[in-house]
Nanobody, 125 residues
Framework: QLQLVESGGGLVQPGGSLRLSCAASGFTFHYYAIGWFRQAPGKEREGVSCISGSGGSTNYADSVKGRFTISRDNAKNTVYLQMNSLKSEDTAVYYC??????????????????WGQGTQVTVSS
């Protein structure tokens, strides 16, 4: 059974940090690029960051560049999103998703094959 499970969300003050995890099971993990997306209330889901199957290629939305870092541990079938200097506008449900591709990674939502259920991140004082 193909599965992605996000964890690590929560409530944090502006300027704080969180690390999200995306644990995968049921498929050959390194064959898949993994993306992080987020959806705030009343807004469309948007791409945050993505990483290739090997981990050698990453991409970030302009809004998070320099603050967020994506990484993966293929031995643990897990992708991480380290989020620093959090802002109120980062408040959203964060989802990870898997895209089978031989190289590279994209933040195009329609390219992703399956999704996790999401984890809530709330940035507020």
């Amino acid at each position: 059974q193909l599965q992605l499970v996000e964890s690590g969300g929560g409530l944090v003050q502006p300027g704080g940090s969180l690390r999200l995890s995306c644990a995968a099971s049921g498929f050959t993990f390194h064959y898949y690029a993994i993306g992080w997306f987020r959806q705030a209330p009343g807004k469309e889901r948007e791409g945050v960051s993505c990483i290739s199957g090997s981990g050698g290629s990453t991409n970030y939305a302009d809004s998070v560049k320099g603050r967020f870092t994506i990484s993966r541990d293929n031995a643990k079938n897990t992708v991480y999103l380290q989020m620093n200097s959090l802002k109120s506008e980062d408040t959203a449900v964060y989802y990870c998703a898997a895209d089978r591709r031989p190289v590279g990674a994209t933040m195009t939502l329609g390219e992703y094959d399956f999704w996790g259920q999401g984890t809530q991140v709330t940035v507020s004082s």
